[in-house]
C-alpha cells in the first residue's frame, strides 16, 4: 500500500512539472485532492486492512495530502510569478528623460481670489489671519452686540454641536479674538490693527444661484485713532480694482449689521448679466458683495478697545460671490460641485 502512496507522489510531482499554466494545475488539484481524487480515494480502499495498517497508511496518506496541497499552491505561485514577469517584459521600455503628458492640477477658482485680494491687503499693510471654523456663541453672536433672542440671529442660522459650540455664519466671528491679539501694540506702540481674515462660513439656508449653505468670506479690519469712511472706500476700491483689473461699478447704500454703525452695502453691478439682471444677481443688475460700515462702540469695547479713544471700519467680502464675478461663473453650485470640468479652467492671471 505504502508503494502506492510513493507512486502518487512521483506521478503528481511529474505532472506538475510539466503543467504551464494556472487551469493545468487547477485540473490537476481536483484530478488528485477533489472529492473524486486519487488521493482521496486511496483512503477508500482501506477498508480491507488490519487496525494498525490502517493507522500506519492513513498517516502515510495524510502526509502525502498535505505534501500534495503545498506543491500545487507553490506551482501555482510559481506560474503566477512566471506572468508578472512575462507581462512586466512585455511591456514598452520606460524612458525616464520623455517629458511627461500629466493633466497638471489647478487651484480652485476662490483660493485664486483669496490670493489676490490677500496679496492687495498685504501691500497695503494688513496681516492675513486664519481661524477656526468652529466658534463659540460669543465669538459669533455676542461679541459683535448680537445678544441671545436678537433677531440678527434670524438672518445667520447655522449648525450647532452638541456642545454649543457653531460652525461660523460668518468671518466676523474672528474679529473679537483679532482685536484681543493686536489691541496690545494698539495701545501701547501706537500700532494700528489691520487684519483680514478669509475663511469658510456655513448657513442653514436654502441654495440657488447665488446662495449656497458654504461659502467664503474675507473679514477685513482697521483700528486706529481718527479712521473713517473714507478710509473705508478708499480700500475697498483698491481691494476691486486691483482684483478685477479694470473699473468695476459699486453702489454704497445703508445697511444693518449690530456691529457696525453706521453699516452700508456695498454692491457691484453684475458681470454676468452687465447689470441688465440675470439669476446670478437675483435680476436686479446688483450683487450684494461687501458689506461694511464703522465699528460698533460695543464691539471695540468687548475686544478691550476703548471706543472714545480709536475707531475703525469693518468689511465681510463675499469671496465666493467675487469669484464669481471674476471668472463668469452663473452659478454658485458650481463652486461646490467638484466638477474638474467646471474647475479646472480657471489659472491666475499673473
Ligand atoms: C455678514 O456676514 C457680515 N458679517 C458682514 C459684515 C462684516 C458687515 C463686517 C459689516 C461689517 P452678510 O450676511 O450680508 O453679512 O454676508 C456678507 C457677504 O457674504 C454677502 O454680501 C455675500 O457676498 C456673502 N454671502 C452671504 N450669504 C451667502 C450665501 N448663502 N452664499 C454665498 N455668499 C453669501
Known amino acids: 500500500m505504502s508503494e502506492k502512496v510513493t507512486a502518487l507522489r512521483d506521478e503528481l510531482v511529474s505532472k506538475l512539472n510539466a503543467a504551464t499554466d494556472a487551469a493545468a494545475v487547477d485540473a490537476l488539484r481536483v484530478e488528485y485532492l477533489g472529492k473524486n481524487g486519487s488521493i482521496t480515494g486511496l483512503l477508500k480502499g482501506m477498508k480491507d486492512l488490519s487496525i494498525e495498517e490502517k493507522k500506519d497508511f492513513g498517516q502515510k496518506v495524510n502526509v502525502l495530502k498535505e505534501e500534495a496541497g503545498k506543491l500545487i499552491a507553490d506551482k501555482f505561485e510559481e506560474i503566477k510569478n512566471a506572468e508578472i514577469i512575462a507581462e512586466i517584459n512585455s511591456m514598452p521600455e520606460f524612458d525616464i528623460s520623455t517629458p511627461a503628458n500629466l493633466n497638471r492640477g489647478s487651484y480652485h477658482p476662490i483660493t485664486l481670489v483669496q490670493r489676490q485680494c490677500e496679496k492687495v491687503f498685504k501691500s497695503m499693510g494688513f496681516h492675513v489671519e486664519d481661524y477656526s471654523e468652529v466658534v463659540t456663541d460669543y465669538e459669533c453672536f455676542e461679541a459683535l452686540n448680537i445678544p441671545k433672542h436678537h433677531p440678527a440671529r434670524d438672518m445667520q442660522d447655522t449648525y450647532y454641536l452638541e456642545n454649543g459650540q457653531l460652525l461660523k455664519s460668518h468671518t466676523s466671528a474672528a474679529q473679537n479674538a483679532i482685536y484681543k491679539k493686536y489691541k496690545d501694540a494698539l495701545i501701547n506702540e501706537g500700532k494700528p490693527i489691520k487684519a483680514i481674515f478669509p475663511g469658510r462660513c456655513f448657513r442653514n439656508e436654502a441654495t440657488d444661484a447665488c446662495h449656497e449653505n458654504t461659502f467664503f468670506q474675507m473679514e477685513g479690519v482697521m483700528v486706529d485713532k481718527n479712521i473713517s469712511i473714507s478710509n473705508l472706500i478708499f480700500f475697498m476700491k483698491t481691494m476691486l480694482s486691483e482684483v478685477f483689473q479694470k473699473d468695476i461699478k459699486v453702489r454704497l447704500r445703508p445697511g444693518f449689521f449690530p456691529f457696525v454703525e453706521p453699516g452700508f452695502e456695498l454692491d457691484i453691478s453684475c458681470l454676468i448679466c452687465g447689470g441688465d439682471g440675470c439669476p446670478s444677481c437675483k435680476h436686479s443688475g446688483w450683487l450684494e458683495l461687501c458689506p461694511c460700515g464703522m465699528i460698533h462702540p460695543e464691539v471695540l469695547k468687548a475686544g478691550g478697545i ?22 463668469g461663473v452663473k452659478d454658485i453650485r458650481d463652486l461646490n460641485s467638484g466638477s474638474l470640468k467646471a474647475l479646472a479652467q480657471f489659472t491666475d492671471d499673473e
Open 306 to 327: 476703548d471706543p472714545e479713544e480709536y475707531t475703525g471700519f469693518a468689511f465681510g467680502l463675499g469671496l465666493t460671490r467675487l469669484a464669481m464675478m471674476k471668472y
